[in-house]
């Protein structure tokens, strides 16, 4: 068994194997992510039975498998193969390999999914990519019920209600702590070039709600609960035809809505069309 999981290392996450053995006991961040699931479990059904759940970037599986523990199906995607055959190898050690799929796939894949799930596991991937928006859009067309989330955050957890509208030049208010806003980064933090964003909490909950997500907890730091807010969803401005586009899908239908009152919204401002 030692011999299997050095064979099959490094391992980011710290499974607890049913023998008692360990796959990282020694992890420069503790017992990963075993520390996060306790903050987070009591906050997901005790009984997933019947449920369809989405693991994105699920490394060696240990989220994968805590759900299905709790009996839900579970497709666990990730883009790197190696991560794939450690969540591969340590499904069977649970016995869960019925109850657990894995595909590499990428986030973006998801939105020429035939499908939808009742719960999306979307933990400490959003701030690695760069087109950030457009996987909660998608990811919003695919739930039914609730998100998990995690992400890299900017300082500060003060919000404000967002106004209505305002003018284009009253740009000074969106330099007020209270403005959703996401950082940058350039080059590389902790040493990882992939590390390209981190949204303050006034951000996630905007975003959230424009993609039709209303955050219900925040169980701990950079983590929290969404449920698919219908009314929000109804709400929800974002222009289809370009969503299509960036997924790969026809387009040319859903831009003639777009078009077709695109100078509206300038109308009675001067007085003239």
Same mark, same amino acid.
């Given at each position: 068994?030692? %011999?299997?999981?050095? #064979?099959? @290392?490094?391992?980011?996450? !710290? ?5 008692? =053995? ?11 992510? /075993? ?7 009591? $906050?997901?059904?005790? &009984? ?10 699920? !490394? ?18 990730d883009v790197d193969p190696h991560y794939l055959r450690q969540a591969a190898w340590a /499904?069977? %050690?649970?016995?869960?390999? &019925? ?6 796939? #990428? ?14 596991? $979307? ?6 990519? =760069? ?24 300082? @500060? ?11 284009? !030049?009253? =740009? ?10 996401? /950082? ?7 040493? &990882? ?6 949204? !303050? ?7 959230? =709600? ?13 983590? $929290?609960?969404?449920?698919? &807010? ?12 370009? $969503? ?9 239908? /859903?831009v003639q809505e777009k078009v077709k009152d695109k100078n509206v919204y300038m109308e @009675?401002r001067d007085g003239r069309k």
């Open positions: 068994m030692q %011999q299997e999981i050095d #064979q099959l @290392g490094p391992w980011f996450h !710290n499974l607890h194997l049913p023998n008692g =053995r360990q796959t990282a006991p020694n992890h420069t961040l503790g017992d990963f992510p /075993a520390f996060k699931w306790a903050e987070l479990a009591p $906050y997901i059904p005790a &009984d997933l039975s019947g449920w369809e759940v989405l693991d994105i970037g699920c !490394n060696a599986g240990f989220y994968s498998i805590e759900l299905a523990k709790r009996g839900a199906t579970v497709l666990g995607i /499904a069977k %050690q649970f016995d869960l390999e &019925d109850k657990i799929e894995l595909k590499q796939m #990428q986030v973006y894949d998801i939105a020429r999914l035939d499908r939808q799930f009742d719960l999306i596991w $979307y933990m400490g991937v959003l701030y690695h990519l =760069r087109y950030p928006l457009l996987s909660l859009d998608i990811l919003s067309q695919k739930c039914r019920k609730q998100m998990v989330f995690q992400t890299l955050t900017m300082p @500060g957890e003060k919000t404000a209600e967002a106004p209505e509208d305002f003018d284009i !030049n009253d =740009r000074k208010r969106m330099l007020a702590e209270t403005w959703p806003k996401m /950082a940058f980064i350039e080059k590389r933090m902790a040493g &990882d070039p992939t590390n390209w964003w981190a949204p !303050n909490h006034a951000a996630i909950e905007a975003m959230m =709600r424009s993609c039709g997500f209303r955050v219900v907890e925040h169980p701990g730091h950079e983590m $929290y609960i969404l449920e698919v &807010d219908e009314a929000l969803r109804k709400k929800q401005q974002w222009n289809q035809s370009e $969503y299509l586009s960036a997924t790969g899908q026809d387009w040319q239908e /859903a @009675g």
